[in-house]
Each structure stands twice: as structure tokens, then as C-alpha cells.
Nanobody, 125 residues
Framework: QVQLEESGGGLVQAGGSLRLSCVTS????????WAWFRQAPGKEREFVAC???????YYGDSVKGRFTISRDNDKNTVDLQMNSLKPEDTAVYFC???????????????????WGRGTQVSVSP
């Protein structure tokens, strides 16, 4: 059984930093594309960042220059370093993975086969 589990969420003041981590069990994800999405109350799930197996990474416009995604293929983990956090970054953050994504579809949550349950990130003014 494949499972993804996020950790590292919490409450932080604006301008602060958090580091999210996603760990998998049940299958190696060395050849998969990993991503982070987020969803605020009443809003659609939003693409945050993704990283391909060759370490190429892409970011949503709202987080470029502030967030960094990284992966450790030996540990089957993917991290999201979030700096200069803003109140509008408040959301539940989800880890996702898929084996056969193409670049044009990385921002579409429906293209991902595997999801974690999410971790809450709250940024106070």
C-alpha cells in the first residue's frame, strides 16, 4: 500500500520560515515527479512546486523566489522550504506524486495519482 505523509506544518508569523517534509512508504518514488499543492478554505487546490526525477523544479508564480523544493531519492522524501511567508500562504499543504507527468500538466492536481492527507500552515500578520 502506497502512502505519503506530510509533516512540518504549523503557525508562524509573517516573514518567517517553515520546512515541510513528505515521506513515502510502500514503494520507491525515485522515478516519479513529486509536487506540493495547497488549498485554502473556499478555494481550489493550487499548484505550489514540483520536482522531476532529474532535479528540474518548477514553481507557482505566487511562491517563486520564496519557496524551494528538494528531493532525496535514497530516503524517498521531498521537502518544501518556505521563506518570507505571507498570510496569504495560509492553507493546507499536500504532497503529491506521479510517474508519468509532462511539463504542461504539472499544475493540474487531477494528473497526480498519489496524495498525502495534508499539513496545515498558518501565517499570522
Amino acid at each position: 500500500q502506497v502512502q505519503l505523509e506530510e509533516s512540518g506544518g504549523g503557525l508562524v508569523q509573517a516573514g518567517g520560515s517553515l520546512r515541510l517534509s513528505c515521506v513515502t512508504s510502500g514503494r520507491t518514488f525515485r522515478g516519479y515527479t513529486w509536487a506540493w499543492f495547497r488549498q485554502a478554505p473556499g478555494k481550489e487546490r493550487e499548484f505550489v512546486a514540483c520536482i522531476f526525477r532529474g532535479q528540474r523544479s518548477y514553481y507557482g508564480d505566487s511562491v517563486k523566489g520564496r519557496f524551494t523544493i528538494s528531493r532525496d531519492n535514497d530516503k524517498n522524501t521531498v521537502d518544501l522550504q518556505m521563506n518570507s511567508l505571507k498570510p496569504e500562504d495560509t492553507a493546507v499543504y499536500f504532497c503529491a506524486a506521479d510517474q508519468s507527468l509532462i511539463l504542461s500538466s504539472v499544475g493540474n492536481p487531477q494528473q497526480y495519482d498519489y496524495w498525502g492527507r495534508g499539513t496545515q500552515v498558518s501565517v499570522s500578520p
